[in-house]
């Protein structure tokens, strides 16, 4: 199993491009998650998915939007990229909901000049 | 603000020594879980913690859960150059595995 995978790895994007980060797990799980790290910050969501079709806010939406047509995928864009959105981005999943464990992806680290 | 304070923010310590990393939160959590980081690498799960009073250990790594369920610490026996890394605790407060996580404490093990 490869787990949780993320592509690209790394991207440098000016003000105003778009992109979207692809992130894919081979566990069947049901929940997925983006997050962003910034230093000193930790992990902050920024969307969710609670299954197939499904998407919702988490703690740092604005600028980002995403998708899950399929179960094992769950696609993160943006729509007009800001120096703000510097950072690394996690893909995450778990099995289901409560104290279940989330397993991450490596990372994209994005740059946005 | 974060929901979830962890201390010290930084932490540089001899192979052999003990050490104590704190996650603090003015909310209640229904469960709490500690993750490591590796630089380049996503976080992997240490542990989770469910119950008030919980002591969990795992090797030379204990756990403990607070009694109201507010903070939790991870100690450190006889540290090793493997345990540096970023290590996370992350809150869950209601039912659907929405992680809190806090700031993170960079433990750097010198040999």
């Known amino acids: 199993n490869a787990g949780v995978t993320q592509t690209p790895k790394f991207r440098v994007l000016k003000t105003g491009q778009s992109m979207t980060l692809l992130c894919a797990q081979d566990m069947n799980h049901e929940y997925m998650y983006w997050y962003r790290q910034d230093p000193g910050m930790g992990l902050r969501l920024i969307h969710y998915?609670?299954?197939?079709?499904?998407?919702a806010k988490g703690e740092v939406p604005d600028g980002y939007n995403v998708s899950r047509l399929k179960k094992q995928n769950f696609l993160l864009g943006l729509e007009s990229a800001a120096p703000s959105q510097t950072s690394v981005y996690f893909c995450?999943?778990?099995?289901?909901?409560?104290?279940?464990?989330?397993?991450f992806g490596p990372g994209t680290r994005l740059l946005v000049l | 603000t974060q929901l979830l304070e962890q201390s010290p923010q930084f932490l540089s310590i001899q192979e052999g020594e003990n050490l104590t990393v704190y996650c603090n939160s003015s909310s209640v959590f229904s469960s709490l879980q500690w993750y490591r980081q590796e630089p380049g690498e996503g976080p992997v799960l240490l542990v989770t913690v469910v119950t008030g009073g919980e002591v969990k250990k795992l090797k030379r790594l204990t756990f403990q859960f607070g009694d109201a369920r507010k903070d939790s610490s991870l100690h450190i026996t006889a540290a090793q150059p493997g345990d540096t890394g970023l290590y996370l605790c992350?809150?869950?407060?209601?039912?659907?595995?929405?992680?809190?996580f806090g700031g993170g404490t960079r433990v750097l093990v010198k040999p």
């Open positions: 992350a809150g869950e407060r209601a039912a659907g595995n929405k992680l809190t």
């Open positions: 995450a999943s778990s099995y289901s909901g409560y104290q279940e464990t989330q397993y």
């Open positions: 998915s609670v299954g197939e079709g499904t998407t």
